[in-house]
């Protein structure tokens, strides 16, 4: 039973994770952060605190090795001998960013079992939100401690719910360093999508999290990585959030949410490069509790993670995830009392002048001189992270309009190459023991009123989220959605056209085509019938679309098909040429990737030879290119 939507997981012995005086990180941000809640009236509440016991030598080598836990075991109690400096050395303990000190296990694990322990509360149904802030310490790797992190926490939680619940969790990481110790955990892992954004290691620690990491085996495609610019600003950082959080998340399905909210991306933060102000962090804490509730069932963990500026930037961003987790409303100015008790160590650490509102006044901040060019560079990345992770119909249900005037609706596209507006149409098709009706052009009502089978799961992996996906796109109106459903309403079977976008965005009136039959409802003929109506002889308004089908090998969608890349590769053309599609070559990187995999195009008989031109073109010229001839 849920009391209330979230909890605060705090204990005073956080603040002896301390590397020392001259280290960055300094424990007395959980000191500034607790005073600014108070202040603002925002607690936590007795209620709200959670006090939870470290976590077991079991649980740190769900992620650790065993030799490395001993050795920081080990080093604890020795931390200032010399005759173990090499020793230390060897576990990423030694001189530098993760240098061994007294007490280091301790309250390691302290923090560990906080994360891991407020996951299993929300995951056990005690409370709904988590929020750790001494965690998010995303560096440590299975047998080193690296980037000012022991134990990775988020890991070990992570582990912990696999173990236990076999739950999907999503973890979204925004701090400026790449969250390379989570990422390496759960490389190989379906189960785990892990999302990071952060700026790219080719300027900045820890070197890692560029676009092309995917994840390997049977994780490929859910280690996802979004590197931008140094000097990136709030606008730029937002758009590639919408481009890919809320489209992944719907894709992904998670049972949970695990988010490291590191501020070091602050425009004042002393270590990195980034230009971001808590207007972003306000909007990002907002993004990911909207997200919990929408797709997780309000299950929502979040870190604290990186921050270096612990006066003016760590208090108030910490206090913005705080608050939005539950629902409080924060003032506008930050109380005068609390910037008096700190003005002097803020003066004194260079954390100055101080901030007067919670919200950073970014009128008065300066444009970053390179501002519309690394705003051009971060979107070309995550763009092509959505071509290259997102199957086409949960791209299209989430298209990029803030990139692109958004395309006309259908049947506006049929009007304007001088046909008439499609109509609807119902068909029945009798299969062994049932009948089924086939329709075309689905209003959203219709949509509504029907349900998905327990078996339609190759787009979002869950039966609800494919169904929100279908009503989506059919409010959108810019694109078709045809299903075959049974008499009691229940859809086993759907094609969707959605407008092609990206490498194909030039092409007017071309449609991409997602297919799919549910896994109980296969082998049964339901998809040819569906293609043989959709693509039926005589359908005039089809004959003025180009319809684009793409079979990809690596599509980790096939996983549970039954089919291998070659045999997915006939049923496609099995499919489709019959109803007039042909097998082309392409330089679409997508498709040209790898030899099994395939383009289906399909060309209307009513299609001008301007457009069928412009086709020609994108079959092999990159947009950018096409633009600049």
Avoid at 198 to 204: A, D, K, N
Avoid at 265 to 290: C, G, K, N, Y
Avoid at 401 to 419: N, Q, S, T, W
Avoid at 452 to 480: C, M, N, W, Y
Wanted: charged share 20%; aromatic share 8%.
């Amino acid at each position: 039973m849920v009391e209330c939507a979230g909890r605060f997981v705090y204990r005073s012995e956080y603040q002896t994770y301390d590397f020392g005086p001259q280290h960055p990180l300094r424990p007395e941000r959980l000191r500034t952060s607790l005073d600014l809640l108070h202040a603002l009236g925002l607690g936590p509440s007795a209620e709200e605190h959670l006090e939870l016991p470290p976590a077991t030598l079991d649980e740190l080598q769900l992620v650790h090795r065993s030799a490395y836990v001993d050795a920081v075991q080990r080093l604890d109690y020795f931390a200032d001998d010399p005759l173990l400096a090499t020793e230390a050395e060897r576990w990423g303990l030694g001189p530098g960013d993760s240098p061994a000190f007294a007490g280091m296990h301790a309250v390691s694990a302290l923090i560990a079992g906080g994360t891991l322990n407020a996951l299993r509360g929300v995951l056990g149904g005690e409370y709904l939100h988590g929020f750790n802030p001494a965690g998010g310490l995303h560096h440590a790797l299975a047998d080193r401690a690296s980037g000012f992190c022991v134990y990775n926490d988020a890991a070990i939680a992570i582990a912990a719910a696999l173990r236990e619940r076999e739950a999907r969790v999503l973890y979204l990481d925004f701090d400026a360093h790449h969250g390379d110790g989570v990422q390496a955990a759960f490389y190989d892992e379906p189960r785990v999508l892990t999302f990071s954004i952060h700026e790219t290691g080719r300027h900045l620690f820890p070197g890692t999290g560029f676009s092309e990491e995917l994840g390997a085996g049977m994780g490929r495609g859910y280690s996802l990585n979004v590197p931008v610019e140094p000097f990136t600003e709030d606008a730029s950082w937002l758009e590639c959030l919408e481009l890919l959080v809320p489209a992944v998340a719907d894709w992904f399905a998670p049972d949970v949410i695990v988010s490291q909210h590191g501020c070091d991306s602050h425009s004042w933060d002393p270590i990195t490069d980034l230009r971001l102000s808590t207007r972003a962090f306000a909007v990002q804490a907002h993004m990911v509790h909207e997200l919990a509730h929408r797709v997780a069932g309000g299950r929502w963990i979040a870190l604290g993670g990186g921050g270096y500026d612990w006066v003016r930037v760590v208090p108030r961003s910490w206090a913005l995830v705080w608050s939005e987790m539950n629902g409080t409303l924060l003032p506008t100015n930050i109380p005068a009392d609390w910037s008096a008790r700190w003005a002097e160590t803020a003066r004194n650490n260079g954390f100055w002048p101080m901030p007067a509102s919670v919200l950073d006044d970014t009128d008065a901040w300066h444009v970053t001189p390179r501002h519309t060019e690394i705003q051009r560079i971060n979107r070309a990345r995550a763009e092509a992270l959505r071509r290259l992770v997102l199957p086409g119909l949960v791209r299209h249900a989430y298209p990029a309009y803030r990139i692109e005037a958004a395309p006309p609706k259908l049947p506006e596209v049929i009007i304007d190459a001088g046909g008439t507006p499609p109509e609807s149409r119902v068909a029945h098709v009798e299969i062994p023991g049932e009948q089924l009706l086939l329709r075309d052009l689905c209003p959203p009502s219709l949509i509504e009123q029907l349900r998905p089978d327990p078996g339609l799961v190759a787009f979002t992996r869950r039966p609800e989220r494919e169904h929100a996906i279908l009503q989506r796109v059919a409010k959108s109106g810019h694109g078709s959605v045809a299903v075959a459903h049974t008499a009691a309403g229940v859809i086993v079977a759907q094609i969707v056209l959605t407008p092609a976008e990206d490498w194909w965005r030039d092409v007017p009136g071309a449609y991409e085509l997602s297919i799919e039959t549910s896994s109980n409802w296969r082998r049964m003929g339901i998809a040819h019938h569906l293609v043989e109506f959709c693509f039926q002889p005589g359908l005039e308004w089809m004959e003025h679309l180009i319809v684009l089908a793409m079979g990809l090998d690596w599509h980790w969608d096939l996983a549970g098909t039954g089919l291998d890349a070659a045999g997915y590769r006939a049923v496609l053309r099995s499919l489709f040429e019959p109803v007039g599609f042909r097998s082309v070559h392409t330089s679409e990187p997508n498709v040209a990737m790898h030899a099994s995999n395939i383009l289906l195009v399909r060309v209307g008989s009513m299609v001008s030879e301007v457009r069928r031109a412009a086709l020609d073109e994108a079959l092999y010229i990159a947009p950018s290119q096409r633009h600049s001839r």
